[in-house]
Nanobody
Framework: VQLQASGGGLVQPGGSLTLSCSVS????????VGWFRQAPGKEREGIAC????????HYADSVKWRATISKDTAKNTVNLQMDDLNPEDTAVYYC?????????????????WGLGTLVTVSS
């Protein structure tokens, strides 16, 4: 199982971007996929997760109303759209897959991780 996160970059405050998590080795019709981020000097934070079985989603309060997690079945990817970005959103963003059923934002519950993609929000 391999996951590859992409789509990071430099964004101005108030801007938007979409991160993409490409999954190989696991069809996205059952597992949970989560997006996490880690800012310098801070712990890794689970910000959004999606059940690819029933499309239920959970969001952290820090991104609620600004983030949308979705799956693209044809491409076997899970995307995270982030709007109204601010400097506090600057972090390395990771995607991860949990092979067991059950939706959670706890990083310890995820089995497979991709390399991160850096998002920098700055003017």
């Amino acid at each position: 199982v391999q996951l590859q996160a992409s789509g990071g970059g430099l964004v101005q405050p108030g801007g938007s971007l979409t991160l993409s998590c490409s999954v190989s080795g696991f069809t996205l019709n059952r597992p949970a996929v989560g997006w996490f981020r880690q800012a310098p000097g801070k712990e890794r934070e689970g910000i959004a997760c999606l059940s690819t079985l029933n499309d239920i989603t959970h969001y952290a309060d820090s991104v609620k109303w600004r983030a949308t997690i979705s799956k693209d079945t044809a491409k076997n990817t899970v995307n995270l759209q982030m709007d109204d970005l601010n400097p506090e959103d600057t972090a390395v963003y990771y995607c991860a897959l949990r092979s067991d059923l059950g939706l959670t934002k706890k990083s310890s519950s995820y089995d497979y991780w991709g390399l991160g993609t850096l998002v920098t929000v700055s003017s």
